[in-house]
């Protein structure tokens, strides 16, 4: 199992960038020369998401070894060099599937099974095993502190932390601070109420880091630190970046949060990064020498999600080609009714 756990949780709103968050810190920690694992928790009670709407979940992710699984795992692949196999990815399903199997074999000699600690044992033996190999394995919780649903695994994570000592684990929260264009102003609270709603759980975040849409502030950053309990360098910007989602592990890392982690698991890093690779990507989607558009058909176009691998091959593509991919997304079931000359472009 891994030596070192990150565990990162969402606070406020879901669908903030965890899956692109993690998969930063991965691209990031390999290049400080570390071997590192990632692996996406998620809280419902499908076993995977392989019978799930794509307009519920979005893509399904397709690993190596034939699993089913989160699209998160896809930005993991993309972004670092991490083998990403079934043992990246499970659901609450999974955990209770597997402790009602071992219930009926008899495996608890007819002891009273019960969330704890039969439930969080199960959770963090999947965590264990998904760190295997690696120096550090990067856990990513779906949905949002105060999901009911989401309690059982951020007890686990609690016990794991106890578990495995000081300076081994490391927890980091990511969540929203809204801006306010009325009144031109940023607002901390509903950040200060996650992370209460965590400390009441047992966990304190080492690093929080927040999105947001502008630039957050000196006095916002000593607040959050204040109320939250974390120091200030620690309280990360995450801002909507202008051009790709691959700008991400850059800004992270020009406010050190790869340093910041490595210190608070007491690693010496082995090298600088070197990333002259990925600026130059970005300096290609930036600048590209030409252009050309894609129809993409299919039928679930309303989550573009649905087709998050081919979107992203696609830009891809261009990128190696210095060029810039639009995507022009068609509705298979309007080509039906309408005929193909409705979505013709001269």
Same mark, same amino acid.
Not at 34 to 41: D, G, L, T
Not at 281 to 291: G, M
């Given at each position: 199992?891994?030596?070192?756990?990150i565990?990162?949780t #969402?606070?406020?709103?879901?669908?903030?960038?965890?899956?692109?968050?993690?998969a930063?810190?991965?691209?990031?920690?390999?290049?400080? #020369?570390?071997?590192?694992?990632?692996?996406?928790?998620?809280?419902y009670?499908?076993?995977?998401?392989?019978?799930?709407?794509?307009? @519920?979940?979005?893509?399904?992710?397709?690993?190596?070894?034939?699993?089913?699984?989160d699209?998160?795992?896809g930005?993991?692949e993309?972004?670092?060099?991490?083998?990403?196999?079934?043992?990246?990815?499970?659901?609450? #399903?999974?955990?209770?599937?597997?402790?009602?199997?071992?219930?009926?074999?008899?495996?608890?000699?007819?002891?009273?099974? @019960?969330?704890?600690?039969?439930?969080?044992?199960? *959770?963090?033996?999947?965590?264990?095993?998904?760190?295997?190999?690696?120096? =550090?394995?990067?856990?990513?919780?779906?949905?949002?502190?105060?999901? =009911?649903?989401?309690?059982?695994?951020?007890?686990?994570?609690? @016990?794991?932390?106890?578990?495995?000592?000081?300076g081994?684990?490391?927890?980091?929260?990511?969540?929203?601070?809204?801006?306010?264009?009325?009144?031109?102003? =940023?607002?901390?609270?509903?950040?200060?109420?996650?992370?209460?709603?965590?400390?009441? *759980?047992?966990?304190?975040?080492?690093?929080?880091?927040?999105?947001t849409?502008?630039?957050?502030?000196?006095?916002?950053?000593?607040?959050?630190?204040?109320?939250?309990?974390?120091?200030?360098?620690?309280?990360?910007?995450?801002?909507?970046?202008?051009?790709?989602?691959?700008?991400?592990?850059?800004?992270?890392?020009? @406010?050190?949060?790869?340093?910041?982690?490595?210190?608070a698991?007491r690693?010496?890093?082995?090298?600088?990064?070197?990333?002259?690779?990925?600026?130059?990507?970005?300096?290609?989607?930036r600048?590209?020498d030409?252009?050309?558009?894609?129809?993409?058909?299919?039928?679930y176009?309303?989550? *573009?999600?649905?087709?998050?691998?081919?979107?992203?091959?696609?830009?891809?593509?261009?990128?190696?080609?210095?060029?810039?991919?639009?995507?022009?997304?068609?509705?298979s079931?309007?080509?039906?009714?309408?005929?193909? #000359?409705?979505?013709m472009?001269?």
């Amino acid at each position: 199992m891994a030596r070192k756990y990150i565990f990162i949780t #969402g606070g406020v709103v879901s669908s903030l960038g965890k899956g692109l968050t993690s998969a930063s810190m991965a691209m990031l920690l390999e290049r400080r #020369g570390f071997k590192v694992a990632i692996q996406k928790i998620d809280p419902y009670i499908n076993v995977d998401p392989g019978t799930m709407s794509p307009f @519920q979940h979005g893509e399904v992710y397709v690993t190596e070894d034939g699993v089913e699984a989160d699209l998160d795992l896809g930005h993991y692949e993309r972004f670092s060099s991490s083998l990403i196999n079934r043992n990246s990815n499970f659901t609450t #399903g999974r955990v209770y599937y597997n402790v009602i199997k071992k219930e009926r074999r008899g495996d608890y000699l007819g002891r009273t099974v @019960q969330v704890v600690p039969h439930i969080t044992d199960e *959770i963090k033996r999947l965590i264990k095993r998904a760190g295997r190999g690696a120096e =550090i394995l990067i856990s990513e919780v779906g949905g949002t502190v105060g999901d =009911i649903e989401g309690l059982p695994f951020l007890e686990a994570i609690r @016990q794991l932390r106890l578990e495995v000592g000081e300076g081994c684990a490391l927890n980091i929260h990511l969540t929203l601070i809204p801006y306010l264009k009325t009144s031109n102003e =940023i607002k901390t609270k509903p950040t200060q109420r996650s992370v209460g709603k965590l400390r009441e *759980i047992g966990i304190q975040p080492d690093i929080i880091i927040c999105r947001t849409s502008v630039p957050l502030m000196d006095e916002a950053r000593r607040k959050i630190s204040l109320f939250c309990n974390v120091r200030t360098e620690a309280v990360i910007e995450e801002r909507d970046v202008a051009y790709s989602i691959y700008e991400v592990p850059i800004d992270l890392h020009k @406010q050190n949060l790869d340093g910041l982690i490595l210190k608070a698991l007491r690693l010496r890093p082995r090298r600088e990064p070197n990333l002259d690779d990925w600026n130059h990507l970005l300096e290609t989607i930036r600048n590209p020498d030409d252009e050309c558009t894609i129809a993409l058909v299919g039928k679930y176009v309303q989550i *573009i999600d649905s087709y998050k691998s081919i979107h992203e091959a696609l830009a891809h593509g261009g990128i190696a080609n210095s060029a810039k991919v639009n995507i022009r997304y068609i509705d298979s079931e309007k080509i039906e009714t309408e005929g193909l #000359g409705a979505f013709m472009v001269s």
